[in-house]
């Protein structure tokens, strides 16, 4: 027998359960620990859902997943897509002086939101270091039209003006281990240090969950937290992806002699061309020959 069917927004997703948000307003601020029905239930951090009570089978259990607004995923070490997370509005990519920026990863993260048609924006984080090196970088994106916007999550310098530009929306904040993310989710959530401590981990204290993890920040903002990584590669699910998650190279392939230009050898290459002349930079279309090669080598036969 089941009770009537609540719903829900997905907190951390966690082996067989999932941690509940519940949109019952009696239960403001509260959470809920949800267990799965069956292995084809596969549910991200994001993900709307029904669930109800099952007396006598242990609590709650999800019912049913809502349609998805969108999925941001990533490609495996098998080139198989993997889902971080779901009902997305904004890409938000740290980085910081320290540990030294892996560009080409940065490009990568920004690719897989052009993809998704998900806005992005690039937080500098601990710029109370010296950030020369970094402006030189950033400012080849602000040329692009990606929004930047400078934090010291330790002392709040910035802060106030990264709350705002995420008002009212659901960003995944996403970037290298070490950046200072989990700083960033401090200062914008206080309660998420105790949040995460209390709600990841299992009965014998170990950690469950590696995977996203969403905190409420006002009745219509919300931040995710994605775990920090050394890789990144958003699936190949449209035609010409690399070319179309690198906005310049797009633009100006359109120029090309051929329709189908690689933008690697051919003749009559306006991307090549521009590279050449200093409208794109090298560093830029080198990030873009290294995901087509992988995109290439991950194609089946």
């Not at 105790?194 to 009965?203: I, P």
């Not at 070319?243 to 633009?251: L, P």
Request: with cysteine; hydrophobic share 40%; net charge positive.
């Amino acid at each position: 027998m089941l009770t009537g069917a609540r719903c829900g927004v997905v907190l951390a997703s966690f082996g067989r359960g999932v941690l509940v948000q519940p949109d019952d307003p009696d239960r403001d601020g509260q959470t809920l620990r949800c267990s799965l029905k069956g292995r084809k239930q596969r549910i991200v951090c994001g993900d709307r859902i029904a669930w109800s009570w099952r007396p006598g089978h242990g609590g709650a259990s999800v019912d049913s997943i809502e349609p998805r607004r969108n999925l941001i995923e990533r490609i495996d070490l098998r080139g198989r897509a993997e889902p971080v997370a779901s009902n997305i509005d904004r890409l938000a990519i740290v980085v910081a002086p320290e540990p030294a920026t892996d560009w080409f990863l940065v490009d990568r993260y920004w690719a897989g939101a052009q993809l998704k048609e998900i806005a992005t924006l690039l937080v500098v984080n601990k710029a109370d270091l010296p950030l020369q090196d970094i402006r030189a970088e950033t400012a080849v994106y602000r040329d692009l039209g990606l929004a930047c916007v400078e934090t010291a999550s330790l002392s709040g310098a910035g802060i106030a003006a990264l709350e705002a530009i995420l008002r009212g929306s659901v960003t995944l904040l996403v970037g290298q281990s070490g950046v200072g993310k989990s700083s960033l989710v401090n200062a914008l959530a206080p309660e998420a240090a105790a949040q995460t401590a209390e709600l990841t981990r299992d009965a014998e204290g170990r950690h469950t969950t590696t995977t996203a993890r969403r905190y409420r920040l006002g009745a219509e903002t919300a931040i995710v937290d994605a775990p920090g990584v050394r890789d990144f590669a958003p699936p190949a699910s449209l035609v010409r992806a690399a070319e179309r998650g690198f906005i310049e190279i797009h633009a100006c392939s359109a120029q090309c002699r051929f329709n189908d230009c690689r933008h690697l050898e051919e003749p009559g290459c306006a991307v090549r061309a521009s590279v050449l002349g200093g409208g794109i930079t090298a560093r830029r279309y080198e990030s873009y020959r290294r995901l087509l090669r992988l995109y290439e080598k991950l194609a089946p036969p």
